[in-house]
């Protein structure tokens, strides 16, 4: 069973009951629909639980099994094998950069949001514009060059600074942030908080970040996902020694096909768990936030 | 959180003068983070990736080892034969396939929960959003091992019907479709949340008076819903259209570096990785990576552009 | 004050120590499973070698390479020691961030009789800088399975006769027990593209860098042809290689033959198919031919940080003989050391092929086999062509058409 926050409703409208008896006669084929499309979206996470706890010969087998076995206990044996017990290593490295990434991405563009939505000043238009232009900028176009400011100017190949501060302010975070400010703050908030002879980075701190505590849930959650899925950005700032490597890389190498001759799929489907796992837990704790915060600000302009 | 405490006044024109500095330049110091940020590791990174477009470069001869070639790069690119189009049109048959099951599945699927299953509704959008916030490495695993022709699951409860085996990743026409059902699965539930935000910003009244009016279900999800969530299907639409052209990271683990089976699921995005880093053609690569951000640009353009056309008549 | 005369004292002490030790990380570059050689060899190294510790830094196969080649490319970020497989070592060659190994203090040129001779003109660049050791070589050899070729009463030899008559036993055996006679189609091209190159030539350019793929190729024509007969015929499995279909097919015996470089016997035992000890032969490949399948170097980055020391660590591993043999018995990377190949190991049988003296067969191969000339497009035209051979294969489409059309496509890149 879910977790009990998740029973709440989002917007807590009653219906109608006269409306409500109207659908009662397709309800069957509504729950079904909806019954399919969850059941859908939750088989693969069962069946990477069932398969961790399966031993290695039976993951893949006709028939298939698809109840837990007992080989937790070795599949976990085998990670730390396949990966020369820096699985948790890896583990901490992932939450060290996601979380770095989370906190400063939250402070930098709740700060430079909070900027756009609430002060006028010259040339506003054009650098909110400016930056919502290199949001369709293709990543794909930056991969070499920016391994060659990160190499060459400041020298910071191979350590976990190169995944977390480039995002630190980024487009998508500023902009999520100030159509929220926008529409849940009144200026005359910050009017009479100046008039208290508050500095503008009291108000930040004292009137803002208070309140925009459901859209940084929401910001702080996308940002920790992205961080921890990040797969390419690690591959290329090459944090590629078994002390410094990020999961998503990690499962890569464990996994790596062609030329891999411990491709074992028991440490493998462990490893899938282990990379899922902090994901799973983060978002249930916060769902109802993020769910209603990332499309609060995405309509309204 | 009451704590905007007037703080201790200090002699007033001194203050004076120090807030008027401080609130002129905030917001400037406020924003410019991002300004930083963007001139170190963005705006270096474009510059040399559009001079890299017109030059050729083995990345392997060092740097400064480059030669000018003009618009050779991009003639390459868009002559007829290349590579290039290929995995142009693979992006798209693929960015399809997933894309508009995905709008097809997710609009009636938020429609229902919305007017009928809203007490629920907290638990089955968190139910149905896990796939999109899961690691991407992981689950395309997962699916590798489902559509495993002799020993997946997929193919083993075809064989419980009598049909198959379908060999998924093999047959180069279905090796698109299995890296489409990935991107489907991920997505679908973003695109629930996304439209039952949009559904909730519709005022019951409208309904309202349509069930006054005698308007069926159906009649309500044409003449209301559709027409006033179009905006948040302009948002949605334009999300699948940029993340789908920009795919990656499915096809490439669930396929390798080639795109599987006769190469039908190499995307452009693929395709310029394995330019730059396998082929070693960076300036290639570059004029490319510049293309597809044309062709994304268009197409945005062009949804925009029928989104907006389609507005003037509802 | 005694306080800090102690602290002096202790630093004192501790600087001095550091420095008649002289601590040396060496950083060395791998993929899978090379990396497991390695780690194999470590502990000897640590005996001649106690201050220095090796750091390896291991990625997928692919992403190795990427990763190596933007290091090349800035010049930064490399590892004291690269591993490069030979797919790799010809681009890497024409490039300039690896040591020149002619020069001083390497002197390499004393070390070149010691290898195979092929090994050597690959890490040769075209202006005649040798960039690499070589380590490993991968002699093309042909497996079956000795169980199922009896059972459908064929006899191995004559069936390697030429082409025609593999497909013609291939038939036989799908017949009389129901295997499959390979993998894939896609496999016979494999192997007809590999083998029996002219002089000059490589597998898709020849050595004045002329593209040898198009319809008027015997060479492509011949391999397409075949792999379609094959396909046709129903005689392959269609089943692409490094996929869980592969292994459950050799688990199982569901497919008779395999062609491959000498180390797939190594994966087999060692976690494809263990089960299968002893149902395995091999056999040189059909028509009299001999192929290259696989092969590792090593090298050094101009900007590495140790790099005598890095010359040390590869002298270890590609001239030391028990080295050699350490990384052969790990996981079958055949050694590309002559003296390595003198080892009493040849002479024995190898349980796993029923003890069949296979090592001597390959050792004979690998003396036999030509070097073929590397172009630094060759993964272009790889890709390229196996694309089109996919579409011959899945697609009926003409194969004179679907070669003409590789062969405009290569020319486009191949600039």
């Known amino acids: ?18 409306q409500k008896s109207r659908f009662n006669g397709g309800r069957v084929g509504l729950w079904v629909f909806v019954g399919i499309a969850c059941f859908l979206s ?10 961790a706890t399966l031993p290695s010969e039976k993951i893949f087998a006709v028939p298939p099994n698809l ?6 206990v070795e599949n976990l044996q085998k990670m730390m094998e396949a990966t020369n017990n820096m699985a948790l290593r890896q583990f901490w490295n992932s939450l060290y950069i996601a979380t770095l990434s989370t906190v400063t991405t939250l402070f930098f563009c709740s700060l430079a949001g909070f900027a756009f939505a609430m002060y006028d000043f010259k040339g506003k238009q ?14 794909l176009v930056m991969d070499i060059p920016s391994f060659l400011v990160m190499n060459n100017f400041l020298k910071w190949i191979g350590t976990p600074r190169t995944l977390w501060v480039p995002g630190m302010a980024n487009a998508f975070g500023i902009f999520l942030m100030r159509q929220y400010i926008v529409s849940a703050l009144p200026k005359s908030l910050i009017e009479a908080a100046r008039l208290d002879g508050a500095s503008e980075f009291g108000i930040y701190t004292r009137v803002v970040l208070p309140l925009i505590r459901p859209i940084l849930a929401t910001l702080g959650v996308v940002t920790f996902v992205g961080s921890w899925n990040n797969f390419k950005g690690a591959l290329i700032m090459r944090l590629s020694e078994d002390s410094t490597m990020t999961l998503p890389l990690s499962l890569r190498k464990i996994t790596g096909g062609a030329s891999n001759v411990n491709a074992d799929w028991g440490a493998t489907l462990m490893m899938v768990v282990l990379t899922v796992i902090p994901l799973l837990i983060i978002f249930l704790f916060a769902s109802r936030q993020v769910i209603s915060g990332l499309t609060s600000g995405a309509v309204k302009d | 959180m009451q704590e905007c405490v007037p703080l201790p006044t200090s002699p007033p024109r001194r203050r004076w003068s120090y807030d008027r500095f401080q609130q002129r330049f905030a917001p400037y110091i406020f924003t410019s983070p991002f300004f930083i940020l963007f001139l170190i590791f963005g705006l270096f990174p474009l510059g040399f990736s559009l001079f890299l477009a017109f030059h050729l470069w083995n990345p392997l001869d060092g740097l400064g080892n480059w030669r000018y070639v003009g618009w050779e790069n991009f003639q390459l690119a868009l002559g007829a034969p290349d590579q290039f189009w290929v995995s142009l049109k693979n992006t798209v048959w693929i960015g399809l396939l997933s894309g508009v099951p995905q709008h097809l599945v997710a609009l009636p699927l938020a429609f229902v929960i919305n007017q009928a299953l809203r007490r629920y509704q907290g638990a089955i959008s968190t139910i149905l959003f896990l796939p999109y916030i899961t690691n991407a490495v992981a689950i395309t695993i997962v699916f590798g091992m489902l559509y495993s022709e002799n020993l997946g699951l997929l193919n083993y409860a075809l064989s419980v019907v009598g049909l198959g085996p379908v060999r998924w990743l093999a047959v180069p026409d279905l ?12 997505y679908v539930g973003w695109n629930v949340i996304l439209y039952l935000s949009g559904l909730q910003a519709i005022s019951e009244d409208v309904y309202e008076a349509a069930t006054v009016d005698g308007a069926s279900n159906v009649q309500k999800f044409f003449y209301i819903t559709l027409p006033l969530l179009r905006p948040m299907m302009f948002y949605a639409f334009t999300l699948t259209i940029v993340g789908n052209m920009q795919l990656f990271e499915e096809p490439f683990i669930m396929t390798g570096q080639g795109g599987g089976s006769g190469g039908t699921a190499l995307t452009s995005a693929m395709h310029i990785y394995n330019v730059a880093f396998r082929d070693l053609d960076m300036g290639y690569s570059s004029a490319m990576a510049w293309l597809l951000f044309l062709a994304i640009f268009v197409l945005s353009m062009i949804n925009n552009y029928l989104f907006s056309r389609g507005g003037g008549r509802s | 004050m005694k306080k800090i005369a102690t602290f002096a004292l202790v630093s004192a002490l501790l600087a001095s120590t550091a420095h008649a030790q002289e601590k040396i990380t060496l950083t060395v570059a791998a993929f899978p499973s090379l990396d497991s050689a390695i780690k194999a060899i470590i502990p000897a190294w640590n005996k001649k070698y106690p201050n220095v510790t090796i750091k390896l830094q291991a990625q997928e196969f692919a992403d190795h390479h990427n990763a190596m080649t933007t290091a090349l490319a800035t010049g930064q970020g490399l590892p004291d020691v690269m591993a490069v497989e030979i797919g790799y070592v010809g681009k890497f060659a024409e490039g300039r961030g690896l040591e020149d190994l002619n020069k001083a203090p390497y002197n390499a040129a004393q070390y070149k009789k010691l290898f195979t001779p092929f090994t050597v003109a690959q890490a040769t660049s075209s202006d005649q800088r040798f960039i690499a050791m070589p380590t490993d070589i991968g002699p093309g050899t042909f497996l079956y399975r000795k169980d199922i070729l009896d059972k459908a009463g064929v006899n191995p030899a004559t069936m390697m006769k030429d082409w025609d008559s593999y497909i013609a036993a291939g038939k ?6 129901g295997a499959a006679l390979i993998n894939t189609a896609q496999g016979i091209y494999g192997v007809m593209s590999r083998t029996n190159l002219k002089p000059g030539e490589g597998i898709y350019f020849d050595s004045k860098n002329n593209l040898l793929v198009g ?20 005689l392959d499995a269609k089943i692409g290689e490094w996929s869980n279909e592969w292994y459950d097919a050799f688990k199982k015996g569901t497919v008779a033959t395999q062609f491959s470089g000498a180390w797939l016997t190594g994966a087999l035992q060692n976690w494809m198919a263990p089960d299968t000890k002893g149902l395995w032969r091999v056999q040189n490949l059909p028509e009299g031919g001999y192929a290259l399948w696989g092969g590792t170097f090593y090298a050094i980055p101009s900007a590495a940080k140790n790099k005598a020391m890095a ?13 050699q043999i350490t990384a052969f018995t790990d996981n079958g990377a055949f050694p590309a050391l002559l003296t390595a190949q003198n080892d009493g190991i040849f002479n024995k049988g190898v349980p796993f092929l029923g003890e069949q003296k296979a090592r001597a067969l390959w050792r004979d191969a690998a003396r036999k086999t030509q070097p073929i000339d590397v172009n630094k497009y060759d993964s272009v035209a790889d890709q390229i062509v196996n694309t089109e051979l996919t579409n011959v294969l899945e697609q009926g489409k003409d194969i004179k058409q679907a070669l003409s059309d590789a062969r405009a496509q290569i020319l486009r890149r191949a600039r």
């Open chain 2, 175 to 186: 090796v698109p479709v299995s890296v489409a059902v990935v991107v489907f699965w991920r």
């Open chain 3, 215 to 234: 319809p008027d190729n015997a060479r492509f024509l011949r391999a397409f042809t075949l792999s379609k007969q094959v396909r046709d015929a129903g």
């Open chain 3, 172 to 177: 036989i055996i799908k017949a009389k027990t």
């Open chain 1, 1 to 18: 069973m879910t977790t009990q926050p998740l029973e709440t409703p989002i917007a807590a409208a009653p219906r109608p009951p006269r």
């Open chain 1, 126 to 139: 054009y650098l909110f514009g400016f930056i919502l232009i290199t949001m369709l900028i293709p990543p």
């Open chain 1, 42 to 51: 939750l088989v693969p996470f069962y069946l990477m639980f069932v398969w």
């Open chain 3, 311 to 323: 010359w040390e660590f590869i002298k270890f591993m590609t001239t030391d003989k028990s080295s």
């Open chain 1, 67 to 72: 109840w837990f076995g007992n080989a937790f």
